[in-house]
Nanobody, 122 residues
Framework: VQLQASGGGLVKAGGSLRLACTAS????????VGWFRQTPGKERDFVAA????????HYAGDLGDRFTISRDSANNTVYSQMISLRPEDTALYYC????????????????WGQGTLVTVSS
């Protein structure tokens, strides 16, 4: 299973980006998918998840007010539409598949993409 994330870049605060994640060897319609992000020196944080039926989403905190996870089944692509971006959203964003919850309730995943860098300037 290989996940490929793309769409990152440099954007000014208040701007928008759409991240995309494609998969080889896996149909996203059979597995839940999600996005995580990581800044240097910190742990990787959960951002959003979408179940395999694509009818239930989970977001970290209030990120759901600005981020939207979705799936294009015909193209086997998962998206993260991000609006009203803030400098604190700057991070390396990872797509992931086969998400699960740890005993502490945090999210993790079995399969990871390589990450795409989002930089939000003030």
């Amino acid at each position: 299973v290989q996940l490929q994330a793309s769409g990152g870049g440099l954007v000014k605060a208040g701007g928008s980006l759409r991240l995309a994640c494609t998969a080889s060897g896996r149909s996203f319609s059979l597995y839940n998918v999600g996005w995580f992000r990581q800044t240097p020196g910190k742990e990787r944080d959960f951002v959003a998840a979408l179940n395999r039926a694509a009818d239930t989403t989970h977001y970290a905190g209030d990120l759901g007010d600005r981020f939207t996870i979705s799936r294009d089944s015909a193209n086997n692509t998962v998206y993260s539409q991000m609006i009203s971006l803030r400098p604190e959203d700057t991070a390396l964003y990872y797509c992931a598949s086969d998400l699960w919850r740890t005993l502490r309730g945090s999210w993790s995943a079995t399969y990871w993409g390589q990450g795409t860098l989002v930089t939000v300037s003030s």
